[in-house]
């Protein structure tokens, strides 16, 4: 890797009090660093041995802090299912409690890695912390929108998305109400009970690009919607709909909002969209509109080289029929202070990883190889 990564403009002053002031992530430097970026990539499987599983079920992951092991919570099985990612080997199917005082959670909104091993599990009726050996460590209530300071969620019954911060006194959640999600991010201070809503109000845009059905009887939603993920030990909430996203400190406390402006990448969506249609065929042809539409991506953080990157879509590629054949699949960098520094289209790929993360200056994605569990492993040089 070249030396121009020090080559980048000092980021305007940071405002340091919560929900502070935004901060530009444009570089200074006309300089696109993804300039001569090249991607290669390999398959690899996953040795499972004699084990016989569906990897269909396969539905949250959760890293070490190392990225040496990556953990999967089986659906419908009580299992939470670990991988050694550096001998790409299944080293255990550890069982959960289906029931009694160790009874754990069938299925998962929230689903994370907290120190000694142990995990975080969140569903709507049901959450804790657990060992490997499937002992409940810890009881969490569910019943979040009930708790002093979270007046404004009254009737809020579900939260898609759940985090724990690692030191396990704060959740963060995402709610949703009704029929839709809210645009706001719930901090619960699980020592005191007590908690606080933060609007997030730059991510507007994405109810634009929101479509709902009623087909026979049952009530269906597509298109963008804000999801969160932690990214260098913050919480990073993010749109398709826009370059711009927030990240939330849950060690001070504070979130900001980190604004971008791509050079060459739309900075968000424009045009209209249908927000209710009357079948699943027509959603398929919204669907395939907002494809072809530019869809950002979540961040990742490289330790390796000490730079954030993400991936962003547009142009998507359909048949007749609608279904999906390919996208331009875009890549940026960003510095340790989070200013845009390259942007460029990696001309080998035409499909997005599945979960993917960095580990060893490479990036990892979830995939299929016949029946077993395996990853794409791309190698990016610039």
Known sequence: MNNRFFLLGILLSLFCFSCGKQEKGESTANENFLENLTVTFDTVRVDVGEELFNVGNYEKFTLSPDAGRIFFHYYGRYEIHEIDLDQMRLVK????????????????????WVPDDQFFMFNQGLAGIYDLNGKKTESISTQLAELPGLEELAGVNFFPQVWISP???????????????????VVVDLATQTGKVHSLPALELTKDYQVHWDEQGMLYRGGDFVS?????????????STADFYLYDWKSDSLRLVENEPKVLPKM????IPN??????????????LGKMVNYKEL???PTRQLYFRLVSQNGRYDIDNKRLGDEIWLQSFDLNLNLTGEQLIKEITWEPINPFF???KLYGF??????????????DF
């Open 93 to 112: 199917r550890n069982g959960l409690a289906e029931d009694g005082p160790n009874r754990a959670p069938r299925d998962v909104q929230g689903f994370q």
């Open 367 to 380: 995939t299929v190889l016949e029946e077993d569990p395996a990853f794409a492993v791309w190698d990016i």
């Open 167 to 185: 030191d396990r006194n704060m959740l963060m959640a995402m709610p949703f109400k009704h029929d839709q999600w809210m645009l706001k991010l």
């Open 300 to 302: 990742f953080f490289d």
């Open 359 to 361: 580990k060893d200056g």
């Open 276 to 289: 209710q249609v009357e079948s699943n065929k027509a959603w398929r042809e919204v669907s395939a509109k």
């Open 228 to 240: 969160g993920h932690w990214l260098n030990d913050q919480l990073a909430i993010v749109s398709p």
């Open 269 to 272: 969506k424009t045009g209209t």
